[in-house]
């Protein structure tokens, strides 16, 4: 049997090696070929990154005729070069042929694209492939501060209520947001195997925990909203009540769609793909936008049509969602009941982003909480500023995206490099540094040029005036924290970013109760936020900037986790 190997042409002289440095086959991923009778046939696909140098890396036949990378490297003059296999296990028939061929070009990931080049080249590649996804994250904090902006020229007890409703119906949503992170991880482990098969029921899985969950929570919403929003708003406020749980109960028909649509969002991301999802959102917003217009500016219903306006763009946002897997070959309206294991594996992943988020979810509600005891106007302000946070908070979380998506193969790789990662790094921080002053600015413009944009009520915008300067200086460090926890989340430390996030809140409730205690109001609350954030990324700097973080220590297994096989 012949084993034909190509490469492409260049100009670096190939170097002998020795059997002695020979990589471990782990690291690569085994090429299957299928041997039927006389005939071995692969097919391999070639990388279009043709202005760097490959690496070849040789194939060899097993005593079970199976053609796999042993992993020796053939090394060339530009040693920063990181190889990786791509290939395509399909079979081909040629008839006569006698003999199979396996043919190999190794090729660079884009992560690897990214990490050779030098610091301003490298942000400009951050930037490209983190916009797309930025689109994602602002939707829904859109949806919000559109309901806010539109409540707000009509009532101020409404405006009010928006609050307290707000809660339970978005921030709620972000702690099922272990869902995202268990789909995207899981479907990006079955597609490197390259098995469709695994993918599926994978997906089916996750929606089926996704539908679950949701119908939950509708369930909730219907029986148990009233008593939550009285809980939450306290006795002084109890005639916002009515106003809230009107939204909250139209707004919790769409709970289903929502998590099964962020189920499918997250398969499609871990499919490499931002558009298809970004194309749904923006026709949801698009809705929105003119459910709002028509349901409130014209027709007059006020809270319940901005809550229609929005149910009705989540579902069919829901919807585009699981089109897009269906037209990538996935049926996204299959459900499967999970095995223990796999409900084993699912929370392995997820218990650590589930006690992170739920722990920032709770310091934020937290705060409404004591805002909404300080009198509606107070809480009005508060809405208002809140949402303009919330919407540019999340510009800063594509960046800890891109540190989840590039940092994995600096630090765990075949050829991993702490340089690189901590170069990578500093990029993110560079990014993020400017990212944090341009929206302190424009989110401290808003409401201190344009407020009524929002309201007309002079006694709050008064009270939005007072707590800017807290609101810029908790804002401009938020892009940074993302890039740092992002690596953390990248380098497998979920113990210590759970942990250190748990006593953020922990500290950060007691600083709360203490100024609100003190009657320092809405600015005291708005202080606390700002040590919150600023707690998050000095601790989580000083974790990574550690001899014993993930980008300088050498000994990296306390931080991996325990694989499982999924079932």
């Known amino acids: 049997m012949h084993i034909k190997t190509l490469i492409r042409q260049s100009h670096i002289p190939i170097q002998t090696f020795k059997q002695s440095s020979i990589t471990p086959p782990n690291f690569f991923n085994q090429i299957h070929i299928h041997r039927h009778s006389h005939r071995i046939t692969s097919s391999l696909r070639i990388s279009p990154y043709h202005h760097y140098p490959c690496r070849l890396v040789p194939a060899c036949v097993s005593s079970s005729q199976e053609i796999f990378s042993e992993c020796p490297e053939i090394l060339t003059n530009d040693d920063e070069n990181i190889a990786s296999v791509s290939s395509i296990g399909e079979e081909e028939e040629e008839e006569g042929e006698t003999t199979g061929t396996a043919e190999v070009l190794v090729a660079p990931k884009r992560e690897e694209f990214v990490a050779n080049q030098s610091i301003w080249n490298q942000i400009l590649e951050i930037l490209k492939f983190s916009g797309p996804a930025t689109g994602l994250w602002i939707c829904g904090p859109l949806m919000s501060l559109i309901d806010t902006a539109v409540i707000g020229q009509g009532s101020s007890l409404e405006l009010a209520a928006l609050g307290p409703g707000t809660v339970l119906c978005d921030n709620m949503s972000y702690v099922f947001m272990f869902l995202s992170i268990a789909t995207s991880n899981m479907v990006a482990t079955s597609l490197a195997r390259r098995d469709k098969k695994e993918v599926q029921h994978q997906i089916s899985i996750l929606l089926f925990i996704g539908l679950t969950c949701g119908v939950l929570m509708l369930l ?126 699912i929370f392995m992943i997820a218990a650590p982003v589930f006690l992170t988020i739920s722990s920032k979810v709770a310091f934020y509600s937290l705060i409404i909480y004591f805002a909404t005891s300080m009198g509606t106007h107070t809480v009005a302000a508060h809405q208002v500023l809140i949402q303009l946070y919330s919407m540019c908070v999340v510009w800063g979380e594509p960046l800890s995206q891109t540190a989840q998506s590039f940092m994995p193969e ?47 009520d002079p006694k709050v915008i008064q009270e939005m005036h007072k707590v800017l300067i807290p609101f810029y200086v908790a804002l401009c460090v938020t892009p940074c924290t993302h890039s740092l926890e992002g690596t953390l989340l990248a380098g497998r430390d979920l113990k210590f970013i759970s942990l250190s996030m748990s006593g953020c809140f922990s500290l950060g409730a007691l600083l709360l109760l203490l100024v609100t205690s003190k009657g320092f109001g809405l600015p005291g609350c708005w202080c606390a936020l700002v040590g919150f954030q600023w707690a998050r990324f000095f601790l989580s700097l000083a974790r990574l900037i550690s001899p014993n973080g993930v980008l300088y220590s050498e000994d990296l297994t306390q931080y991996k986790l325990e694989k499982l096989k999924a079932a």
């Open 220 to 345: 909730f919403m219907r029986f148990l909203g009233a008593w939550a929003l009285t809980a939450f708003t306290g006795p002084k406020n109890a005639h916002i009540v009515p106003a809230a749980n009107t939204y909250v109960q139209i707004r919790g028909l769409a709970w289903p769609a929502v998590l099964v649509g962020w189920v499918a969002q997250s398969a499609s991301l871990g499919m490499k793909d931002s558009w298809g999802p970004l194309k749904a959102l923006a026709v949801a917003s698009t809705i929105n936008v003119i459910g709002h217009v028509v349901l409130c500016s014209f027709l007059g219903y006020g809270i319940a049509g901005a809550a229609w306006a929005t149910m009705v763009s989540q579902v069919v946002a829901a919807y585009m969602m699981i089109e897009a897997l269906n037209n990538k070959g996935y049926n996204g309206f299959a459900i499967t009941v999970p095995s223990p294991s796999e409900l084993l594996q």
């Open 410 to 456: 600096m630090i765990y790789g075949v050829n991993r490099s702490l340089p690189k990662a901590q170069m990578l790094l500093k990029s993110l921080v560079i990014i993020g540094s400017l990212l944090g002053v341009i929206l302190g600015t424009i989110g401290t413009s808003i409401p201190w040029f344009f407020p009524r944009i929002f309201t007309s």
